[in-house]
């Protein structure tokens, strides 16, 4: 009943590397939803860790603002946050005007901006929390060794609670590579999206639904493992203890 | 006027979400308790089956479910019926959005109730089927009261993350909010309007279940002693 040369002869599509990539990538396919996650993790990490220095912080005009932040973009769903930004921003003109459209009108920027966004709203949390729950004893190891408050923050604080957020980190990875099909829906080639041009080609729902299901799948799969080796290297030392 | 008069259809549109995402719940809740006692069943091929469904289904986006559930299925119901020589139905787009929401967040609470049960003391069951009770009133009586505190924060983070997953149920052809957004969107050219509203529905249900959720948590925890360091 499968179709088993469809998912065959389509199957380079779905890895992606046709001509089909939308401007400014370089890819389709897996290899966009690869690209799209990829980025959206890079700059998300990069922007999370001094926000959730600022959540931590006891001023609370530095710790209000990210507090909203993080609510905002937590609380409602990504693909809302996807479609305000692709479709809500033509809505004025001086963004129109801007030199910034060229970028902000393409889907491909549009979803790594919202992925970016909404990956480091949740990575912030992970973040601040673990940060609260860093152990006295290493901050006033640090303090008595005489060091300030950035240095501190450099060597001691953020290093330990990026560690200590390994695991709760992977699972928003894994959350992540699945939010990216929804790329699909505002136009872009991504694993999901080439699935469904595949289905309206052909209707037939089984043959690239299934494959693109069995790609996301041994995906999980990859991260979950991957994350599991990091966790052996980095949190060796909160493992219990082998006799 | 605001959107044109486009709010009454996007509130309406809300209510239908809404009712989604509750059907859905309902769903996934009795799946996530078939699963739970699956799991722990000595059974092996219960266990088994459960172990996959849980697994596969939380390795797989949201939106692929959805495209192969709701195409799939009515292709197979197609199929079928034209086999028989009769006129194939049109599933109905609500019920496969509930079906197909609650089959993938069963999953997620066929763990959630499985780490519930686990940490209640197996003396309590034992106590109670010891007393001549029946497997079923065992668990109504001795097991849920007492895993409901455990089962009570992931179960909170699995109906917010339902409640956004919902949004993706225009897809399969639903009237819910996400769809009367994209006509209101299109009509009165003002779609960041539009899709802030949306965000601000969204984040009025999120807020209103996490206050009430957190009070049920609180109220469930009654007479449990917290550590303070």
Same mark, same amino acid.
């Not at chain 1, 990538?25 to 389709?28: F, G, K, L, R, Y």
């Not at chain 1, 990216?180 to 136009?187: H, K, M, N, P, Q």
């Not at chain 2, 919902?166 to 009237?175: D, E, F, P, R």
């Given at each position: 009943m499968i179709d088993l040369n469809l998912i065959i002869e389509r199957f380079p599509a779905f890895l992606g590397g046709t001509d089909g990539a939308p401007i400014l990538?370089?890819?389709?396919g897996l290899q966009l939803t690869l690209e799209l996650l990829g980025l959206s993790l890079a700059f998300g990490l990069l922007l999370a860790v001094p926000m959730a220095l600022m959540r931590v912080s006891r001023n609370k005009w530095v710790a209000r603002p990210v507090w909203l932040y993080t609510y905002v973009f937590r609380g409602t769903p990504l693909l809302v946050q996807l479609f305000i930004i692709y479709y809500g921003l033509s809505q004025f003109d001086w963004v129109r005007d801007s030199w910034a459209w060229e970028y902000l009108r393409e889907a491909y920027v549009c979803a790594i901006l919202a992925f970016t966004l909404n990956t480091a709203a949740y990575t912030t949390e992970i973040l601040a929390g673990q940060i609260r729950n860093t152990h006295y004893g290493e901050i006033e190891a640090a303090k008595a060794m005489g060091m300030g408050k950035w240095l501190m923050m450099r060597r001691i604080v953020i290093p330990s609670a990026l560690r200590r957020a390994l695991p709760a980190y992977s699972n928003e990875v894994v959350m992540m590579m699945q939010s990216?099909?929804?790329?699909?829906?505002?136009?872009l080639a991504d694993l999901t999206g080439v699935a469904r041009r595949v289905f309206s080609d052909t209707?037939?729902?089984f043959e690239p639904f299934l494959t693109v299901a069995g790609i996301y799948l041994v995906m999980t799969f990859a991260l979950v493992w991957l994350f599991k080796k990091a966790e052996q290297r980095w949190l060796a030392y909160l493992a219990p203890r082998k006799h | 006027m605001f959107l044109q008069g486009y709010l009454p259809s996007i509130m309406e549109g809300t209510i239908l979400t809404l009712q989604v995402a509750v059907s859905a719940l309902l769903v996934s809740v009795v799946l996530g308790l078939i699963g739970a006692m699956f799991k722990m069943s000595p059974s092996k091929p219960l266990a088994w089956l459960a172990e996959v469904y849980s697994t596969v289904v939380r390795g797989v986006p949201d939106l692929v479910w959805m495209l192969l559930l709701f195409f799939g299925v009515q292709m197979l119901i197609n199929e079928l019926f034209s086999q028989m020589g009769w006129e194939a139905p049109e599933i109905n787009s609500f019920f496969a959005g509930v079906m197909t929401i609650g089959f993938i967040f069963g999953a997620y609470m066929t763990e959630t109730f499985r780490g519930a049960i686990m940490a209640v003391p197996k003396g309590q069951m034992e106590a109670g089927l010891a007393y001549g009770m029946s497997p079923l009133r065992v668990f109504l009586r001795i097991t849920f009261p007492q895993m409901v505190r455990f089962a009570l924060p992931s179960f909170s983070n699995n109906w917010l993350v339902l409640v956004k997953s919902?949004? *993706?149920?225009?897809?399969?052809? *639903?009237?819910d909010v996400m769809y009367r957004a994209d006509t209101a969107k299109s009509i009165t050219q003002e779609p960041f309007t539009v899709y802030a509203v949306v965000g601000c529905i969204f984040l009025a249900i999120t807020s209103v279940s996490d206050f009430a959720l957190k009070r049920l948590e609180k109220r469930y925890s009654t007479g449990v002693r917290e550590t303070e360091l």
């Open positions: 990538s370089t890819s389709d990216t099909s929804i790329a699909g829906l505002v136009t209707y037939m729902p | 919902t949004a *993706l149920v225009s897809v399969i052809g *639903l009237n």
